[in-house]
């Protein structure tokens, strides 16, 4: 069971960024997905939650309205679509996976037990 984060780089403020969360060994439509952050010197934040089974989607105050997950059921891919990115959006971006969740909310966004390595992503003019 594996996840792997991609899709980071550099982006003016202002712009937009499309991170993929990669699954293999399980099919990831029976776990809930979430994205998490940190930044340097911060405690890590849930930013994004979609459900299993075509269950809800979470986004916390912070970045609501300017960020979407989809899946791709396909390619056993999860995407997190981030717009109007602002310099404190920088941060180290993991997505994460677990099937004893099947529902999003603030709370369960703390029991998330798969884990892939993050990617970069900095917003800087």
């Known amino acids: 069971v594996q996840l792997q984060a991609s899709g980071g780089g550099l982006v003016q403020p202002g712009g937009s960024l499309r991170l993929s969360c990669a699954a293999s060994?399980?099919?990831?439509?029976?776990?809930?997905i979430a994205w998490f952050r940190q930044a340097p010197g911060k405690e890590r934040e849930g930013v994004s939650c979609?459900?299993?089974?075509?269950?809800?989607?979470y986004y916390p105050d912070s970045v609501k309205g300017r960020f979407s997950m989809t899946r791709d059921y396909a390619s056993n891919t999860v995407y997190l679509e981030m717009s109007s990115l602002r310099p404190e959006d920088t941060a180290v971006y993991y997505c994460?996976?677990?099937?004893?969740?099947?529902?999003?909310?603030?709370?369960?966004?703390?029991?998330?037990?798969?884990w892939g390595r993050g990617t970069l992503v900095t917003v800087s003019s």
């Open positions: 060994g399980f099919t990831s439509d029976y776990y809930s």
């Open positions: 979609i459900a299993s089974r075509g269950g809800n989607t």
């Open positions: 994460a996976a677990d099937e004893r969740i099947v529902a999003c909310t603030d709370a369960t966004m703390n029991f998330f037990e798969i």
